[in-house]
Structures are given as structure tokens and as C-alpha cells.
């Protein structure tokens, strides 16, 4: 959900530092608007079944909506970095957030699935304006010693977001409604806007940015990767690219990528040229933050899912024990990894993340079927120590290795690995764990032949315990026959489960060993060339 918070070295070397009387002002507006998208896309998702239900939607509609309400984000992110540039932040991120609060109080009292959809994708795109203007802003007001720890708090809110997500959704369907999945955000988005009045300055509109603005590179990049975001988030449904609309969208998509990496490399004033991601540290960065955002599906798709999917626990059931094993850790890991940050080495953090995210990815493989949510506790802190030192040292170290003068340009291609690699890592796991279930299903059956010994010994247990009913012998058979199959499709989906935390664990290692490959950042505000002095056992 992502996350590679360099989302923008975002243009703080092409705007000048803001000349606001109330800089933490604007730095409380952008962090709170991060943490706005971080709820507002976890609680959604989670909370798609209940939504279905209130809106009296189909299965397939369900999933549509949830592709209008999220793919738009892509559309607009990459060129966000560039309009704040261009109109000031204030425009860019006032007015959307009284639209946004806006659509939030209309979505639970309107109904029709043409409105719903309209007013998903408009909620969407305003959403994607909200995170990429956030490292801006902390870079461009507060005082270098700060940088540190305001992108720390950026780093917490998707970890945080991430694990109290099934808390909150269960203390809304269970207090106050669900309807409150979107009203907490008519709630949050105006002091967002208030906040972003009082901290930032009246800016002029850059005519010189405008006149040399490459319309067409945006609108390419920006539907490109729209039309291969809502590909991947339907393929699993559709089996990919069994389904000719799946192929048509990720097609059609890459070849607007194509015209846009020609165009970027024609017209006289590229707006993202590729060229700012070819440093080795950069590219490796960006690879590190799919590794991260592929092994922490540990705790924020396979921990939920299997308690949701194989035990039948509801998010009010597992959001406690999830809040407090994988949240009140973070609170611990955080402080310490911004002291590793800043007085060792951002990739010595990075290390020590992936090797937590391993540990607990190997735990993970010993899931049984009788595991309940406070099975996963220790995974959890774990997991936490995972999260917290790794994304924060991602996004300081991309920081550090970015060049300013195309901080815009960087900050579009950071977008796009932050919500498409989230996208296909969360794609990928699903269609990986369906085809995995009906291997283990196969392989399960083999051993649960019609007619053998021990396959009538077990229907004949079950029979018993069924014979309490008074049902008759046919009816006890039927339930007989399919308690098994029900239980021979638990151990199938355990088994499942199994393999999806194996693959997290894989994945932590590939992220360990591009961690290795990186050099060493240079001296700057957020790598002080004392601690560079004190690095030791980490080579150029």
C-alpha cells in the first residue's frame, strides 16, 4: 500500500523554501492527509463486503467499485510533485480537500451504481493529490535535523494504517455503522485544508513551468499506468490474461507507456525523463521498496486473510489482537530506527528490516489450522521491527541519492513503483495462493479416495456426530461427505498459506541482497558526513 515515501524528493530544490510564519502548520496538513489515504484505502478494502452489502451490490460490482476508487489515484499521482511546482501548494491541496470531505458525506446516502461509480473515481483522484505533495513539504519548511523524524512519521502512518485497519472497520460496524468508512474523512480532510491555508504561502502560478509543461508525456504516463493498475486489480478475478478485457487493459496501457518513453525522449522539455532513475542507487532503491512492499504482505494480506478466509473470524474479532501485537510495536521501533537513520547507516536499517520481515515469514510457516489471531503475536512484533526500519531508511536513502534539479521527475516514477508495485505485489499473492489451494487441494484428494478405508472411517466419525440430529441416513451421508470436503479445503488453504509466507521469505532475501549491492550515500542533511565518518563493515 506503499509506500516508497520518496515520492518526492518532490521538487524541494526547484521551489524555494516556504516563507510561511507557520511551517509546522503546512508539515501537520500533508502528514495528516498521509495518513487520510492510509485509512481511507485499507479501511475500503477491508470493508468491500459489508459495502456491498449497504449499496446492494453483485460480487462483480463490488470489485469494480473498488478498482474506480483506487486506480484513479495513478492517474494523477506521478503528476502531482509538478502541479505544486507549478500552482503552489496551497491550490493543490486546499480545494481538493474540501471536494474530497464533500464526496465523503454524499457516498453512504446516494445509491446507483453509475453515481457510486462516479463518485469513487472523483474521491479516487483526489486522493492520489494528498501523499505525493507530503516529503515536499517537510523538506521545503522544516529545518534539516527535523527531516528525519517528520519522514518517520510518514514511514509509521502505512504500517500503522496497515494493522488497525481491521480494528477500526470493526468498531464501525459494530458502534456506529459502516457508513463512517467515509465519514471520518468529511471529518479529517477540511483540517487538512485549514492546516495547509495557515502553513504554506500564497504563491504565484509559475507561467514559465506552464508554457514548457509536456501535457502529453503526463496524460500518457498517468493513463498508462491507470489502465495497467485496473488490469492487475482484476486479473485475478479474471485469470489475467485468459480474459480478453485483462489483456486489452495491460496492453493498451504498456503501449501508452512505450509512446510516453518516446515522447520523454523527443520534446524539447521532458517532464519525467528516464534518465533520473538510472543511478545505481536509485534503481536498487526503487527494487528494494517492490522487496518491501512484497514481504510485508506477511502481516497486511496473509495474517488477515487466513484468519478471515480459512478460521471465519470478522474484523472485529481479529482487529484487537492485530492492533496490539503489530501497532503498539511500531511505537517502540519507530524512535529507534530513526536513531539508526541518523547516526549509523540507512542500509544498516534496511538490514536489520529484512531480516526481521525473514524471521517471521519463516515463523509463518508453521501455521496450523488451530492457529487464532493471538497465534500471531510474536510474528507480529517481528513484523513491526520489519516495517519500521525499513521503510524509513528506504525513503531517507532515495532522498540522499536524489538529484534536486529533477526532483519532479523523480518524484513520478517513485509514484508509480509506490502504487503499482503495492497493486501487483497484492495482485500477484492472490492469484499465487488461489492456484496454491487448488494444487494442495488435488494433492490432498489423492489421499481421500471415494470407496477407500480410511475415507469411510472418517465419514462414519462424522456420521456420528451427526446422528444427534435425527436426520436420516442419506442426509447424514450428504453432511458427512461434505464436512470432509470442507475440511480437506481448510487444510488445502492452510497449506496455501504456507507457501505465500515461504514466498515473503524468498522475497526478504532478495531484498537483503540488493541492500548489499548499494553504495554508500552521499554526505547531505540526511546522511551527516560525521556518520558517514563512523560507518564501519558497510563498504562503498
Keep these: 500500500m506503499s509506500m516508497a515515501g520518496a515520492d518526492a524528493a518532490a521538487g524541494s530544490a526547484q521551489v524555494p523554501p516556504s516563507r510561511s510564519p507557520r511551517p509546522l502548520c503546512a508539515v501537520a496538513a500533508v502528514l495528516l492527509g498521509s495518513f487520510l489515504v492510509g485509512f481511507d484505502t485499507r479501511l475500503f478494502a477491508i470493508g468491500l463486503p459489508d459495502l456491498r452489502g449497504a449499496y446492494g451490490l453483485s460480487f462483480d460490482q463490488g470489485a469494480w467499485l473498488n478498482t474506480f476508487a ?4 495513478i492517474l494523477i499521482a506521478p503528476a502531482v510533485a509538478w502541479l505544486a511546482a507549478t500552482f503552489g501548494v496551497r491550490r493543490v491541496l486546499f480545494w481538493p480537500s474540501l471536494a474530497y470531505a464533500v464526496i465523503s458525506l454524499l457516498l453512504p446516502l446516494v445509491r446507483g451504481w453509475e453515481t457510486l461509480v462516479v463518485l469513487h473515481s472523483l474521491r479516487g483522484l483526489l486522493l492520489g493529490v494528498f501523499i505525493p505533495a507530503t516529503i515536499m513539504i517537510v523538506l521545503r519548511t522544516l529545518p534539516p535535523r527535523w527531516w528525519v523524524a517528520a519522514l518517520a512519521i510518514y514511514a509509521f502512518r502505512l504500517s500503522f494504517s496497515l494493522n488497525s485497519g481491521p480494528l477500526l472497520i470493526g468498531l464501525y460496524d459494530v458502534r456506529f455503522g459502516w457508513e463512517w468508512i467515509y465519514w471520518q474523512d468529511m471529518l479529517i480532510a477540511p483540517v487538512m485544508g485549514v492546516l495547509a491555508v495557515l502553513g504554506t504561502p500564497r504563491e504565484k502560478v509559475d507561467f514559465g513551468l506552464l508554457e514548457r509543461a509536456d501535457w502529453g508525456g503526463m496524460a500518457l504516463l498517468g493513463t498508462g499506468w491507470a489502465l495497467i493498475y485496473a488490469g492487475v486489480d482484476q486479473g485475478n478475478r479474471l485469470d489475467w490474461f485468459q480474459s480478453g478485457l485483462i489483456t486489452s487493459l495491460i496492453g493498451g496501457g504498456a503501449a501508452l507507456i512505450v509512446a510516453f518513453l518516446i515522447n520523454e525522449s523527443v520534446v524539447r522539455h521532458p517532464w519525467a525523463s528516464y534518465k533520473v532513475i538510472a543511478s545505481r542507487n536509485v534503481g536498487l532503491s526503487c527494487l528494494i521498496v517492490l522487496c518491501y512492499t512484497g514481504t510485508s504482505l506477511s502481516n497486511s494480506q496473509l495474517v488477515p486473510g487466513f484468519l478471515t478466509n480459512v478460521a471465519g473470524l470478522r474484523p472485529e474479532e481479529i482487529g484487537w489482537p492485530i492492533f496490539v501485537t503489530a501497532c503498539l510495536p511500531l511505537l517502540v521501533a519507530a524512535p529507534i530506527a530513526v536513531f539508526f537513520v541518523r547516526y549509523c547507516d540507512a542500509r544498516l536499517s534496511m538490514l536489520v528490516g529484512f531480516i526481521a520481515f525473514a524471521v517471521s515469514a519463516r515463523m ?26 525499513t521503510l524509513l531508511a528506504v525513503i531517507v536513502f532515495i532522498l540522499a541519492n536524489s538529484d534536486p534539479r529533477n526532483a519532479t521527475a523523480s518524484a513520478a516514477y517513485i509514484q508509480v513503483v509506490r502504487l503499482g508495485g503495492a497493486e501487483t505485489a497484492t495482485s500477484v499473492m492472490a492469484t499465487f495462493l488461489r492456484h496454491r489451494e487448488q494444487l494442495h487441494s488435488y494433492l490432498l484428494g489423492l489421499h481421500v479416495p471415494a470407496g477407500g478405508d480410511h475415507t469411510e472411517k472418517a465419514l462414519a466419525q462424522l456420521g456420528s456426530a451427526f446422528s444427534a440430529d435425527g436426520a436420516s441416513p442419506n442426509a447424514l451421508a450428504a453432511r458427512s461427505t461434505m464436512s470432509l470436503h470442507q475440511l480437506v479445503s481448510q487444510q488445502a488453504n492452510v497449506l496455501a498459506y504456507i507457501d505465500g509466507f515461504q514466498l515473503t521469505y524468498w522475497i526478504a532475501l532478495i531484498g537483503l541482497i540488493l541492500v548489499a549491492l548499494l553504495k554508500a550515500a552521499p554526505a547531505g542533511p540526511l546522511v551527516p558526513a560525521s556518520a558517514a565518518a563512523r560507518r564501519v563493515g558497510i563498504s562503498r
Design 364 to 389: 509463518g510457516t508453521e501455521l496450523t489450522l488451530v492457529w487464532s489471531p493471538w497465534s500471531f503475536a510474536s510474528m507480529g512484533v517481528i513484523q513491526s521491527i520489519g516495517q519500521g526500519f
Design 70 to 73: 483506487t486506480a484513479p489515484q
